[in-house]
């Protein structure tokens, strides 16, 4: 049976969500982007509303605690509403949520149990320190590309040396702990390559420049330097086994993160085309003069309908990604179809939102300018719009069949 209806608690969480972002985000937006930072008063607002904190994996100790039962989990759905609407607030707010960040789901697919509760739990915000965590995969010669790692981690002993560079690093600087993908030898391809968790203020890990970017201004993005840092044996994510030949854990793992954050991530593109949509909505039926031409009056409504079917779209592909993964269900090439779908969608419409208002658009008296530069970047990180085609096509040729799922990314 086919049910479109949101479950109570996840409607729950889409109108307190929505509420929050109209309330208490989008009146900071536009200072946010000029001061390269989001206020901490709104960030601790979001960590008092249950945003943030752990990401503990089904079934651990911190779930189990929290009473959780046998219907199917609503994580990814729930994530995904929530993160449109943050969005819809304000795009850069959802990367200073405190949290795990991209470092849960790298976890969640690759660490032993013991590792998710020890590197999830230092997430638990009950003791009011808001605390971040990273991903680090992308360095200056590759992106797409994910097996092209030159970061190196030699084994000495007990411990792992870690050597390298990592650029565009979301919340790289203040993250308490960073997932790094290394190579532990680069003849060994993909099977090569692991992740590795490295603590904040680890000697040899270093902050290098802040990058300075076209939107999500309020969104830290740095570079990263490896200089010998030395790790415990144990921060290898999926320990022992990850070593074991023909274990492409770190590579694998990193594929499988997308499973997750994809959906998410479209959802955030989702929610920005969904603000510049509403926006332009009111803008046009306070603005529009009654004496506007009637052609250009239907060019705009057919516009505004164009807007509004290609974000009902976008929504239910990322929700049926979502729901997908929830379930266990393989949804990589849905996941890829969303995040291909809802950002390029929510680009269009941010740009025709632009076009409709005029030079109004273009002013900085709208936030609807500040949009059109947000939006591009959820078509590039986790993944460009290229590379989900690229998924997209691998799969449906069929060459999964044939081939190592962790050759697909
Ligand atoms: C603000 C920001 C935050 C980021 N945060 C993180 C983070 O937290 N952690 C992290 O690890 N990385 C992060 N990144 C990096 C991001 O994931 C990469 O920029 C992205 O994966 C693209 O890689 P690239 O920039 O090297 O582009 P390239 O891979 O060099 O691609 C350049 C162009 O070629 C196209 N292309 C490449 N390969 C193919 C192909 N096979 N077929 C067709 N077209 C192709 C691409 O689509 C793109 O248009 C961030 C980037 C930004 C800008």
């Given at each position: 049976m086919i049910d479109f209806e949101l479950s109570t608690p996840a409607r729950a969480i889409q109108g307190m969500t929505r509420q929050f972002a109209l309330?208490?985000?989008?009146?900071?937006?536009?200072?946010?982007?000029?001061?390269?930072?989001?206020?901490?008063?709104?960030?601790?607002?979001?960590?008092?509303?249950?945003?943030?904190?752990?990401?503990?994996?089904?079934?651990?100790?911190?779930?189990?605690?929290?009473?959780?039962?046998?219907?199917?989990?609503?994580?990814?759905?729930v994530a995904c509403?929530?993160?449109?609407?943050?969005?819809?607030?304000d795009p850069a707010v959802v990367m200073n949520i405190p949290g795990p960040g991209l470092?849960?789901?790298?976890?969640?697919?690759?660490?032993t149990e013991e590792q998710k509760e020890r590197?999830?739990?230092i997430f638990d915000i009950?003791?009011?320190?808001?605390?971040?965590?990273?991903?680090?995969?992308t360095e200056a010669h590759f992106g797409s590309d994910t097996s092209q790692i030159a970061t190196t981690a030699k084994r000495d002993g007990d411990e792992w040396i870690l050597n390298g560079h990592k650029i565009f690093c979301t919340n790289g600087a203040r993250a308490d702990i960073v997932v790094v993908f290394a190579t532990i030898d680069k003849s060994m391809g993909r099977e090569g390559i692991k992740a590795f968790v490295v603590e904040k203020g680890t000697p040899g890990f270093t902050v290098g420049k802040i990058e300075e970017k076209l939107g999500i201004k309020a969104?830290?993005?740095?570079?990263?330097?490896?200089?010998?840092?030395?790790?415990?044996?144990?921060?290898?994510?999926?320990?022992?086994?990850?070593?074991?030949?023909?274990?492409?854990a770190g590579f694998v793992g990193a594929m499988k993160t997308f499973d997750s954050s994809r959906p998410m991530v479209a959802a955030l593109g989702l929610g920005i085309g969904q603000a510049a949509f509403e926006y332009v909505t009111d803008w046009v039926a306070r603005e529009m003069p009654s004496g506007y031409p009637f052609r250009k009056r239907t060019d705009v409504a057919l516009t505004l309908a164009d807007m509004?079917?290609?974000l009902k779209a976008s929504r239910y592909m990322v929700w049926k990604s979502a729901w997908m993964a929830d379930r266990g269900i393989p949804n990589t090439k849905e996941a890829s179809m969303a995040k291909a779908y809802a950002p390029k969608a929510a680009y269009d419409v941010c740009a025709k939102a632009v076009e409709i208002m005029g030079p109004e658009g273009y002013s900085k008296e709208h936030l609807v300018e500040k949009w059109y530069r947000d939006i591009k970047i959820y078509d590039i990180f986790e993944g460009t719009g290229q590379i989900q085609r690229v998924v997209i096509s691998r799969r449906i040729m069929g060459y999964l069949d044939k081939e190592d799922p962790a050759k697909i990314n």
């Amino acid at each position: 049976m086919i049910d479109f209806e949101l479950s109570t608690p996840a409607r729950a969480i889409q109108g307190m969500t929505r509420q929050f972002a109209l309330g208490s985000i989008r009146p900071h937006a536009r200072q946010a982007d000029t001061d390269g930072e989001m206020p901490e008063s709104v960030i601790k607002n979001l960590a008092a509303i249950g945003m943030g904190g752990g990401s503990m994996p089904a079934g651990s100790k911190g779930e189990k605690e929290a009473g959780a039962d046998s219907k199917p989990r609503e994580n990814n759905l729930v994530a995904c509403i929530g993160a449109e609407n943050m969005a819809f607030g304000d795009p850069a707010v959802v990367m200073n949520i405190p949290g795990p960040g991209l470092a849960a789901p790298a976890i969640n697919a690759m660490g032993t149990e013991e590792q998710k509760e020890r590197w999830l739990g230092i997430f638990d915000i009950k003791d009011g320190q808001l605390r971040y965590g990273a991903y680090a995969y992308t360095e200056a010669h590759f992106g797409s590309d994910t097996s092209q790692i030159a970061t190196t981690a030699k084994r000495d002993g007990d411990e792992w040396i870690l050597n390298g560079h990592k650029i565009f690093c979301t919340n790289g600087a203040r993250a308490d702990i960073v997932v790094v993908f290394a190579t532990i030898d680069k003849s060994m391809g993909r099977e090569g390559i692991k992740a590795f968790v490295v603590e904040k203020g680890t000697p040899g890990f270093t902050v290098g420049k802040i990058e300075e970017k076209l939107g999500i201004k309020a969104s830290e993005t740095a570079e990263l330097v490896l200089d010998d840092v030395r790790v415990p044996m144990d921060h290898l994510l999926g320990g022992e086994d990850a070593l074991k030949p023909a274990v492409k854990a770190g590579f694998v793992g990193a594929m499988k993160t997308f499973d997750s954050s994809r959906p998410m991530v479209a959802a955030l593109g989702l929610g920005i085309g969904q603000a510049a949509f509403e926006y332009v909505t009111d803008w046009v039926a306070r603005e529009m003069p009654s004496g506007y031409p009637f052609r250009k009056r239907t060019d705009v409504a057919l516009t505004l309908a164009d807007m509004e079917r290609e974000l009902k779209a976008s929504r239910y592909m990322v929700w049926k990604s979502a729901w997908m993964a929830d379930r266990g269900i393989p949804n990589t090439k849905e996941a890829s179809m969303a995040k291909a779908y809802a950002p390029k969608a929510a680009y269009d419409v941010c740009a025709k939102a632009v076009e409709i208002m005029g030079p109004e658009g273009y002013s900085k008296e709208h936030l609807v300018e500040k949009w059109y530069r947000d939006i591009k970047i959820y078509d590039i990180f986790e993944g460009t719009g290229q590379i989900q085609r690229v998924v997209i096509s691998r799969r449906i040729m069929g060459y999964l069949d044939k081939e190592d799922p962790a050759k697909i990314n």
